[in-house]
């Protein structure tokens, strides 16, 4: 985690033991499906034992910039359920979630990481290349079945 951190110039991100209800409000924000933004914000919410980051913005009105949740098990780390508004992408608050998962004491409870993030991503997926991650299959979002329209 530490190339991850190393790759974050943006603002600190809070962490926490519970989502809070602007970070789930995040997946039903524009340009995202409603069913599949609210099955990922219950699951999210349902989880047992994971740290929730969120960077909210700096001018200090509190609008939620970016969220995710890390999940810990047997020595690996999984990202999941990063989600950065529309406005500020490239800017660092999706960073900042990313990085400080590995912070505030988690560091020792994992030794690798893994993240869901989709092929037609290339900003994140640049984003994790710079800080050593290595593609290990490609995975896609909201593909429609074969031979529909």
Known sequence: MSDLQAVH???AADLADAPNAQG???FLGAGLDPVDGVSRAGSLARATGPR???V???DETGEMLACGAASFSHGWLGGHG???AVQPVG???GRAAAAHHGAGGDAPRHRAVFLQVD???APVLALYRRAGFQIAW???YWQLPAGTA
């Open 52 to 54: 929730y980051a969120s």
């Open 138 to 140: 490609p995975d896609a």
């Open 91 to 93: 800017t660092g608050p």
């Open 9 to 11: 110039p943006g603002p």
């Open 82 to 84: 990063m989600r950065t």
């Open 56 to 58: 909210c913005d700096i």
């Open 24 to 26: 789930m409000a995040m």
């Open 119 to 121: 092929a037609h991503n």
